[in-house]
């Protein structure tokens, strides 16, 4: 997407006042935040707001791979990705399954970021994903310390490559951009978490395992 010039200078005025309402009314958030991580700034999505350091911690992580576990501060280099972690309502929600991803085409290059999200709610009632999203906060970090996930192999994909950074030292932000679920672009599903968890566990590379596979 080509930002508009009058669009790019607003952002980078909001940037360097720390005032993310300086860009004119009706621009959508997720705007800002991909330009930012195309700006080599990383972000990082919380329902809190009045965060001023970020500790490394472990995460509760489903994936095969080492690096999503690992303790650390997170970050990604994606608006959108990081908006779902900003806007989880996290009372109504028992867990969250979602995913930002590359995959490398056959001439080498990356094809356009692909995106998921499902929400487990803790009321087997709601039925509609967005209902289980809040307003939240996304904090733009300094990529120094930083340190992206490697490319894997994905066994139907081929070679992936997520919007995925770590650092395993305390991170002071240097904006906070306030969110709400009208800013978020992208569909929302609900799952159930039960059945999720058991085909993680038996087929671990079969993201998003939201249906059993048909036998025969």
């Known amino acids: 997407m080509k930002l508009p010039e009058a669009a790019v200078l607003a952002f980078q005025a909001s940037l360097n006042a720390g005032d993310v309402d300086l860009f004119p009314e009706g621009v959508p958030r ?14 990082h999505g919380s329902a809190r707001g009045d965060l001023t350091e970020f500790e490394p911690r472990t995460p509760h992580d489903l994936s095969p791979d080492d690096f999503s576990k690992q303790p650390g501060v997170f970050a990604a280099s994606d608006g959108l990705w990081a908006m779902m972690y900003a ?5 109504r929600v028992r867990r969250m399954l979602n995913m930002a991803l590359q995959v490398q085409e056959p001439d080498g290059a990356w094809s356009p970021m692909r995106y998921f999200l499902s929400l487990a709610p803790r009321d087997p009632a709601v039925t509609d994903g967005r209902r289980l999203l809040a307003p939240g906060y996304v904090y733009v970090l300094p990529p120094n310390g930083f340190e992206q996930m490697p490319p894997y192999g994905w066994p139907s994909l081929g070679t992936v490559r997520e919007p995925h950074w770590v650092n395993p030292n305390p991170v002071q932000p240097v904006l906070r951009v306030p969110v709400t679920p009208a800013d978020f672009p992208l569909p929302v599903r609900v799952h159930d978490a039960a059945q999720v968890d058991a085909l993680s566990q038996s087929d671990p590379w079969g993201f998003p395992w939201l249906e059993e596979k048909a036998e025969g």
Not at 87 to 91: G, T, V
């Open 30 to 43: 997720w705007l800002f935040l991909e330009w930012l991580a195309r700006e080599g700034w990383l972000l």
């Open 87 to 91: 806007l989880l309502n996290r009372p």
